[in-house]
C-alpha cells in the first residue's frame, strides 16, 4: 500500500482505442509547447488488447481503416494505419487487397503496435475499485484513485484531470444473469476462452454438443459461423427476437451519423429530437449484421436443405423464457412468439450476444457524487463539477450516447473526440497556471 499517492496532472482509467487515442492526442498537444503536464493510463488488463475474445477466423473491421486512432485529427500521423502498414512492410500488399476494411487480427495488432509506444506510462493489471475526492477548504481540489496492482496490492493515484474510458459491461439479461458464474454461459466479450472452457477440444467422434447462440447481431452470427467451423460435429441453434436478421445500413447518406460534425448536429439539438435521430439510424449499429454475412449464413441454411444435413437452425421470433442448470447441461425453455409455441433443449453451451450495458455515471465514481452538478456531461464531455477548483476536470468517453450520438461508444471518431478532450484539459492547464503566475509575482 502506497502511504502518500503517487500524483499526475492527468489519469486515464483504461487503456483500449479510446484512451490510447487520447495517449497520443495529449503528447501531439505538447509538441513544441512549454506545457507539460504528466499523464498515466490504468489499465486491468496484463497487456494491451482489444476485444481478443472476438478475434475470429475471417472477421474484418465494420469500419474504414482512414478512422483509425489520429488521420481524421491529423492524416500526416506517424500512429496512422497507413504508417503501420509501412513500418510492417505491408502497405503495398494491404493496397493489392483493395479493401478499406482491415481484418479484426490486423487491427488489434496495429492497436497494440501504437500502444507500445506508450508502455512507459501505462500501468498494466491495475483495476481501479474507486475514485475518491480529496478536498481543500470544502472543494473538490483532486481526485484519489483506488485499486489493486497486479500483485493485489492496494494502489493510491492522484490527479487533478481525470478521463474514464473503461468501456461497457456485459449486459446479461435474466433469466442468464442467475448462471453467471456456470462456465457453460458465455456472454460474446470471452468468448473463445469460454468456449474451450466449456467444450474442451473439438472431437471427431461421439455426442453432438448442442449449442445455444441468443442475439440477432454481428457478433451472434459471427459466433454461430465460427462455431460451426471450430465445432465440426456441433449442432447450434441461433435464436433471434424478430422475425429476421437485419442488414446493417451503411448507405453513404444514412452513415454521415458517424460523421465528426454529427456530434454537433445531435447535441445541439432539443432532447426529443435529439432522441428520434437516434433511434432512426439503430440499424446503422444494433441488432443488424453485415450483408455479406447475412448472404453466407443464409447459404449455409441453403445447403442443408440441399444436403437434408442440419447442424444450423435459426430459431426466428424467438425469446427464451427460463434457463436451467441441470448435468447434462443448460436447460432452455424456448418460446416462438409467432407459432404460440413452447418447446425445452438441453444444450451444452448458452452463448448471450446480448451486447453491452453503460450507466450514465460508472459505478467507480459514486464517491464523488457529492460534488457532481449533474449527470450529462457538455459538449467536450467533461461532467459538471460544483464547488470543485479550476485545475480539477472529469471527463468521460464511451458514455455519452444519449447526447453525442451512436459514435459514443465506436470506434468513428476517437481521434476528434480525444483531441477535444486533450485540448480542453490542456486549456484548463494554461489558465491556472497563469493565474498561479500572476498570484507569485504580486507583492
Not at 445531435?266 to 446503422?284: F, G, K, Q, S
Not at 471527463?395 to 455519452?400: K, N, R, T
Amino acid at each position: 500500500m502506497t502511504d502518500h499517492p503517487a500524483t499526475d496532472d492527468i489519469i486515464g482509467i483504461g487503456f483500449g482505442p479510446a484512451n490510447l487515442s487520447l495517449a497520443i492526442a495529449l503528447r501531439d498537444a505538447m509538441v513544441g509547447s512549454p506545457l507539460r503536464p504528466s499523464f498515466r493510463f490504468l489499465e486491468r488488463q496484463e497487456r494491451f488488447g482489444w476485444h481478443r475474445a472476438m478475434m475470429l477466423p475471417g472477421a474484418d473491421m465494420q469500419i474504414s481503416f482512414v478512422k483509425d486512432l489520429v488521420s481524421l485529427r491529423d492524416p500526416t500521423s506517424p500512429f496512422s494505419f497507413i504508417n503501420y502498414l509501412h513500418v510492417k512492410g505491408r502497405l503495398n500488399t494491404f493496397l493489392n487487397l483493395k479493401t478499406f476494411n482491415p481484418s479484426r487480427v490486423e487491427y488489434n495488432d496495429y492497436l497494440a503496435w501504437a500502444a507500445e509506444h506508450f508502455a512507459d506510462v501505462v500501468a498494466y493489471g491495475e483495476t481501479v475499485h474507486a475514485v475518491r475526492p480529496e478536498t481543500r477548504e470544502g472543494r473538490l481540489a483532486a481526485f484519489v484513485v483506488e485499486g489493486r496492482d497486479r500483485a493485489g496490492g492496494r494502489r493510491l493515484r492522484r490527479c487533478r484531470h481525470l478521463v474514464v474510458a473503461a468501456g461497457g459491461d456485459p449486459a446479461i439479461p435474466p433469466p442468464f444473469s442467475a448462471l453467471v458464474n456456470d462456465k457453460r454461459l458465455i456472454h460474446s466479450s470471452w468468448y473463445l476462452p469460454g468456449i474451450a472452457g466449456a467444450l474442451g477440444q473439438p472431437q471427431l467422434e461421439g455426442p453432438q454438443p448442442r449449442i445455444l447462440v441468443v442475439g440477432g447481431g454481428q457478433s451472434a452470427v459471427e459466433i454461430a459461423t465460427d462455431l460451426g467451423e471450430r465445432y465440426p460435429r456441433a449442432l447450434i441453434d441461433l435464436a433471434i427476437r424478430g422475425p429476421a436478421l437485419k442488414p446493417a445500413d451503411d448507405s453513404p447518406f444514412v452513415n454521415e451519423i458517424f460523421d465528426p460534425a454529427a456530434v454537433d448536429r445531435i447535441h445541439d439539438a432539443p432532447a426529443p429530437v435529439r432522441a428520434e435521430l437516434i433511434a432512426a439510424h439503430r440499424a446503422t449499429n444494433y441488432a443488424v449484421v453485415d450483408a455479406d454475412l447475412i448472404q453466407a449464413f443464409y447459404a449455409t441454411l441453403y445447403e442443408q436443405e440441399v444436403s437434408g444435413v442440419t447442424r444450423y437452425r435459426l430459431r426466428r421470433s424467438t425469446r427464451v423464457l427460463a434457463l436451467e442448470a441441470g448435468a447434462e447441461g443448460l436447460s432452455a425453455l424456448l418460446r416462438d412468439d409467432v407459432a404460440g409455441i413452447e418447446d425445452r433443449q438441453t444444450y451444452e453451451a448458452v452463448i448471450c450476444a446480448t451486447g453491452y450495458e453503460r450507466a450514465a455515471v460508472p459505478a467507480i465514481l459514486d464517491p464523488l457524487r457529492s460534488f457532481l452538478a449533474g449527470e450529462t456531461v457538455d459538449r467536450h464531455y467533461r461532467l459538471p463539477l460544483d464547488s470543485a477548483e479550476p485545475r480539477v476536470s472529469l471527463h468521460l468517453q464511451g458514455f455519452s450516447e444519449p447526447t453525442h450520438g451512436l459514435t459514443e461508444t465506436l470506434l468513428s471518431i476517437l481521434p476528434v473526440r480525444a483531441g477535444a478532450i486533450a485540448q480542453t484539459i490542456l486549456a484548463e492547464e494554461r489558465a491556472a497556471r497563469a493565474t498561479i503566475r500572476t498570484a507569485a509575482a504580486q507583492p
